[in-house]
């Protein structure tokens, strides 16, 4: 199975930062990579698909970037409503594996 | 609009059975591959089983094979997941998504505990 390692566990921020959201996959998977937040007792929300694209709805200041085994998932200014957890996961191959997700909270 | 919504959860003894529904409406059901993902109670997403939209294709987790089966009525817009041989380590919320993990449900909770 392929792993995905995030970093960092947790990021403490304040509004109006610009972070970046580290995965790493374990062996290749082009840009089979997808980014989603979930905010405490919500569902998973799709932010970025397939490393880069965009998704209807979801603010432009997340963008996605990578391929291979190393993608970034970047928040330029971050607004309070953000705070949550993020987690990756790929589509490369089954099973289609998560990331243990990152936690970003306010400082 | 899209709607995802999960039923069928519950407590359920060790060892024993479930059944859990996601009723689908706002897009055409039958065209699109679903999923089944569980969140233990507060750990990471884990990806369960998928069903392509004609069911000729599936795929288990490994922690699932052979306990779970997933399944879908086309014409009633809806989505399965057969549990059994349930364990407390599957005490989780269960959402279903679709093919492209664009829509969720809120998720129906499964307790699994004497």
């Known amino acids: 199975d392929i792993v995905l390692t995030q970093s960092p566990a947790t990021l403490s921020v304040t509004p109006g930062d610009s972070v970046s959201l580290s995965c790493r996959a374990s062996?290749?998977?082009?840009?089979?990579l997808h980014w989603y937040q979930q905010k405490s007792h919500e569902s998973p929300r799709l932010l970025i698909k397939?490393?880069?694209q965009s998704i209807s709805g979801i603010p432009s200041r997340f963008s996605g970037s990578g391929s291979g085994t190393d993608f970034t998932l970047s928040i330029n200014s971050v607004e309070t409503e953000d705070f949550g957890m993020y987690f990756c996961q790929q589509s490369n191959s089954w099973p289609h594996t998560f990331g243990a997700g990152t936690k970003l909270e306010l400082k | 609009d899209v709607q995802l919504v999960e039923s069928g959860g519950g407590l359920v003894q060790p060892g024993g059975s479930r059944k859990l529904s996601c009723a689908a409406s706002?897009?055409?059901?039958?065209?699109?591959?679903m999923h089944w993902v569980r969140q233990a109670p507060e750990k990471g997403l884990e990806w369960v089983a998928y069903?392509?939209?004609?069911?000729?294709?599936?795929y288990y987790a490994d922690t699932v094979k052979g306990r779970f089966t997933i399944s879908r009525d086309n014409p009633k817009n809806t989505l399965f997941l057969q549990m059994t041989s349930l364990r407390s380590e599957d005490t989780a919320m269960y959402y279903c998504a679709s093919g492209n993990f664009d829509y969720w449900g809120q998720g129906t909770t499964l307790t699994v505990s004497s």
């Open positions: 706002g897009f055409t059901f039958s065209s699109f591959g």
């Open positions: 062996q290749s998977i082009s840009n089979n």
């Open positions: 397939y490393a880069s």
């Open positions: 069903i392509s939209s004609g069911s000729s294709t599936i």
